[in-house]
């Protein structure tokens, strides 16, 4: 099998693990709502947020770094795989203990306090799987990964919908959670085992030191990820409570089911990134304006349906109790636009080297999440959680522009935004000329159907740009198109 073809194998798998895995989140998170209500929805989505936090303190950006390395030079993998589990339990303790003293002091029910000392369990098998999932990527073997997430998607929608069936609470489903996560460590290790590598008995110190000092910079972008995305739900839980928290995460999840479509789309374009950056910047700034109007034209009739039918939307997906929901999905949908301009401007960084710079904007987005949701979630609830979280993607997303438009790329990102914003508009304005607010399924699908006829009357892709597309999602490469996802 060729390189081209290995990457686009390796990808599809990808794409499809993920897929999977969002659609079968969305799906539990439904079942749970209405089975528990907005309240203990709430204090489960609590929980999750601040594993989440900790765990990605755990795994202290090792991935990309074990990755690349252990692609470089497989004959040291058993070596790298037990020190890099060394690293990994050195690290996990410390995590734990302040994850447990963090929600001690946070002064969080005592359910949540529980909840979090069970979690432990899970934290150490997923601190350790994820090294595990590292070397399945290197070995380029992402078929595993692709079957050992379905299989475990498939064991926490069936426990934890027959412990909902029989009255189970919180409790009940953070011991699913659990089990789901010792399910994918057990049956991970066994494929690494069996097919990949085995870890070697001798550890050395000074590996596990330099992997530690290698990893900071990964550490710190990841780190500040999961603070950007999930710092919203814990304010809000202090200044509202789990109710609140309950309604933004119904709404926060049926949004992030979009990102993960615009993530598979990077994955794919990303190596063509990598090899057009080499070509110079007339190669990168075409590909890149190309991705942005792909992503944009595809997400604005998104957000406009989305907001138009946000209360059946929400009332279909998580029940009527949810119904409050429908106006914060409304906003926080429209996070999409600039997310997807976000994720392909860092993508070309990356392509470039330029990671201190991702790195930075990522400080200061993340700084302006946290302040703008300290001003904006007393006086606003939830919908001020999604005004900030719109507005701090847009300030990334502008930082990562100003650099890319001054330093490495060449593109009128006016016309580039203008003309499918343009065409959504006027979509928009006539259907609700014609139809009118008061029949919203009607004006939707009026939207959609007059959407298409403007793109093709401002011409917002050429004839090049149409026929260049396909090869683009589907990566149909040359042998030198190739590259690493820095974000997987």
Partial sequence: MSTAQRVIKNTFLLVIARLTGQLSSLVYFAVIAHFLGVRDFGTYALIMALYAIFQMLSFFGMHNYLVREVSRDKEKAGAYLANSILAKLFLVIPVFVIMVASVHFLNYPPIVIRCTLALGIALLMDTLSHVFDSFFQAYERMGFLTLISFLTSCVILAAGCSVLYFGGGVMALVWVFIFSRGFYFVISFLFLYRYIVRPRVTFELSAV?????????????SIL?????RVDTIMISKFWGEGEVGLYNAAYKLMQSGWIFILAF????????????????AGISNIFSLSVKCLVSLFLPVAVIA????VPIITTVFGEEFTASAAILAIIVWALIPFSVEQ???????????????????VIGTLSNVVLNLLLIPRYMAIGAAVATVASISVVMVLNL???LNRLVKVNMVGVLLKPSFAVFLSWFLARYMIGLERPFLLATAVLFLYLPFLIFFRVFSREEISFIPAMIFMRLKEGDVGDDPQV
């Fill in 344 to 362: 392909a401007s860092g993508r070309v960084l990356f392509a470039a080297g330029e990671q201190r710079i991702v790195l930075r904007t990522l």
């Fill in 402 to 404: 100003s650099y890319l």
């Fill in 225 to 229: 990820a999961a603070l950007f995305q």
């Fill in 307 to 310: 907001s138009i039918l946000s």
């Fill in 209 to 221: 030191r330099a992997i530690l000092r290698a990893t900071t910079v990964f550490a710190g972008a």
């Fill in 266 to 281: 990077m994955v794919s374009v990303y190596p063509i990134f990598s090899r057009h950056y080499s070509e110079g910047k």
